[in-house]
């Protein structure tokens, strides 16, 4: 199997990770070639946020602070349409079940299931994180290309080794991220990112989602 299509296979969303650093280099090298990502027109419609020691330090502590005494902020953008409606509503509730009892969280077991929601914000103990910035003015064409950097980023980061979890959770909490991360006026984090080296021996790493066959996913036009 050619290299990026077994990349692309092999790519799944890790909920745990070693404290084992990721090299600087290392991040250069997988952002380098991300920033190689398609967009419309060349515009490059991102900017990648990246944050790692004492900056991810600082901004954990405030996540769990902030989560503590039950603040809320409004979000950037909402996560998942209102009412979901199948065959949509069906996969995010399998795919919520299936996580949970990989770490055995029963579904009546609330206060368990949001300890596991509050390690989002902990980037489930990955010691680097990625933020996706675009500017407020963008189009839908325009989160089209951020979302093209975001998959680039995280299968070339399967080439060196280390493991990825896109988290669209991160929109939740834009005052926070935009004071910690200095955005402008203009500018929004569309998702975070954890990055680092996978812990092989945690339960919630065994977790593998389903996914549409071809006949489902796919339409011919002959």
């Known amino acids: 199997m050619p290299p990026v299509a077994a990349a692309a296979v092999a790519r799944r969303s890790v909920r745990a990770f070693t404290a084992e650093p990721v090299p600087g280099e290392a991040i250069e090298a997988i952002l380098a070639a991300a920033l190689r990502a398609p967009s419309g027109g060349n515009l490059q419609p991102w900017h990648i946020h990246v944050v790692r020691g004492g900056a991810l330090a600082r901004l954990t502590a405030a996540m769990r602070l902030a989560q503590e005494a039950g603040e809320q902020e409004v979000p950037n953008h909402p ?45 489930f103990g990955a010691p680097a994180g990625l933020f996706f910035a675009i500017d407020r003015r963008m189009g839908r064409a325009q989160w089209i290309d951020l979302g093209m950097v975001m998959q680039t980023v995280m299968l070339v980061a399967l080439e060196h080794g280390l493991a990825t979890c896109p988290q669209a959770a991160w929109a939740l909490w834009p005052d926070t991220l935009g004071e910690l991360l200095g955005l402008d006026e203009h500018m929004m984090i569309a998702a975070g990112m954890a990055l680092g080296h996978e812990d092989t021996a945690h339960p919630i790493n065994t977790l593998r989602t389903t996914r549409q066959s071809l006949d489902e996913g796919v339409t011919w036009h002959d």
């Open 79 to 123: 996560v998942y349409p209102e009412g979901l409606w199948e065959p949509y509503r069906s996969r995010r509730f399998e795919n919520g079940e299936d996580l949970y009892r990989t770490i055995g969280i029963e579904r009546s077991d609330k206060a368990g299931r949001l300890r596991q929601l509050a390690q989002n914000y902990q980037l």
